[in-house]
């Protein structure tokens, strides 16, 4: 049954223990997958554009005579209605504007602390803003991480530190040849007008068929390279791969956040994670019914589906929580923030603590006004 812990309950000692317990368990782990929804980017001044708001507004300026729901502007059924894919368009260059002009939040710094901490197994996403990137996390839809979907690099499926089921909202793909390319600014001005841009790998080889006198080939349009509802991820092979890799190396905590986890597949995905974590290693009559923990950041409860699946909800903003978590963890674990430096002191200016161990020292070069038993000492901070 899920706990809930409410984070603006911190004077209830059970629950700031409970809080605690949570914290360390997140320092502890070593294998964590994390998967995030709107929620996570909301502190950013991403709109929630799936439900009405300010996008819609600007919107409907332009096409004040379609009514529509957020909904029915992410479903693949669109492109079936030549007013509604033009609706599609200007709506997404908005919202690409919107997340442009955006910063990631402490909840994205934290996914990358993980990271850094060598604790993230893998980041899932259902954002489509690519914020993830900006902190630094290689994700799914880069030029990088597609090759090697087509095994042309060298990079490492390891080396995807966060996979995008919803594909990124910076990226174009054409409808008729699949090439795909960065989103550019006259993209931009193009969609927002509702029109598709022409695609330069269909331009190119039409041009070239033109120039030999062979018959043209239709060019096809560029479309935004997100993933609608009812519709195939164009990487969902390789995403799949990755997904039963983690599967495979038992991850040890998932730690959902600012989802209301309603979409169908994605329900899926958290649902094999956590069944894998509750799973106890080797034999299934082991002693202990639960490994690991499976966490819930969310404003709002989970579905009722989810409550013998999800350990604790911790009920409040994501970056609330993960910001008490790194305070606790820097509390609980400090050597787990030393960082490794190089310090370069004089002899006898540094008290040297017992975690401190000489390398080696480097004599001094040769100064004016230097005492000659002055020497300068390379430190190499050793964590113990
Ligand atoms: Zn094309």
């Not at 260059?93 to 909840?107: E, G, R």
């Not at 956590?274 to 499976?294: D, L, N, Q, Y």
């Amino acid at each position: 049954m899920t706990v809930t812990l409410n984070l603006s309950d911190l004077k209830n000692p059970s629950t700031r223990r409970s809080l605690s317990d949570l914290s360390l368990a997140v320092a502890k782990s070593k294998k964590i997958v994390v998967v995030t929804g709107a929620g996570i980017s909301c502190s950013c001044g991403i709109p929630d554009f799936r439900s009405s708001d300010g996008l819609y507004a600007l919107v409907k300026e332009q096409y004040p005579d379609v009514v529509l729901k957020g909904r029915d502007l992410f479903d693949a059924s669109l492109f079936r209605d030549a007013k509604l894919t033009a609706v599609f368009y200007t709506f997404i260059a908005q919202l690409k504007k919107s997340i442009d002009s955006a910063l990631p939040a402490p909840t994205h710094h934290f996914i990358k602390i993980l990271d850094t901490k060598k604790k993230l197994l893998r980041s899932y996403t259902q954002n489509i803003d690519g914020l993830e990137a900006r902190v630094g996390l290689l994700g799914t839809s880069s030029q990088e991480a597609k090759h090697l979907g087509q095994g042309k690099t060298k990079i490492r499926t390891s080396d995807v530190r966060n996979v995008q089921l919803h594909g990124d909202i910076h990226r174009v793909r054409c409808m008729s040849c699949s090439a795909e390319y960065p989103y550019t600014i006259e993209n931009l001005e193009i969609f927002k007008e509702g029109t598709p841009p022409d695609c330069p790998e269909c331009l190119t080889r039409s041009e070239a068929r033109a120039a030999r006198s062979a018959r043209p080939i239709r060019v096809g349009s560029l479309r935004p390279a997100v993933v609608l509802y009812d519709e195939p991820h164009p990487l969902g092979d390789f995403i799949g791969s990755i997904q039963s890799a983690d599967l495979a190396r038992k991850p040890d905590l998932l730690i959902i956040m600012g989802t209301s986890l309603k979409v169908h597949g994605f329900k899926k995905l958290v649902k094999e994670f956590a069944k894998t974590i509750h799973t106890p290693a080797g034999s299934s009559s082991s002693a202990k019914p639960r490994v690991g923990r499976v966490i819930f950041v969310n404003k709002t409860p989970p579905p009722a589906e989810w409550l013998d699946i999800i350990d604790y909800h911790v009920e409040g903003e994501t970056d609330t929580w993960v910001n008490k978590v790194v305070e606790d963890w820097k509390k609980m674990r400090p050597s787990d923030w030393e960082v490794q430096q190089t310090l370069v002191a004089t002899d006898g200016d540094v008290t040297l603590g017992n975690k401190f161990k000489t390398i080696k020292n480097i004599p001094a070069p040769r100064m004016k006004g230097k005492r000659k038993s002055e020497q300068l000492w390379e430190l190499h901070y050793i964590h113990i």
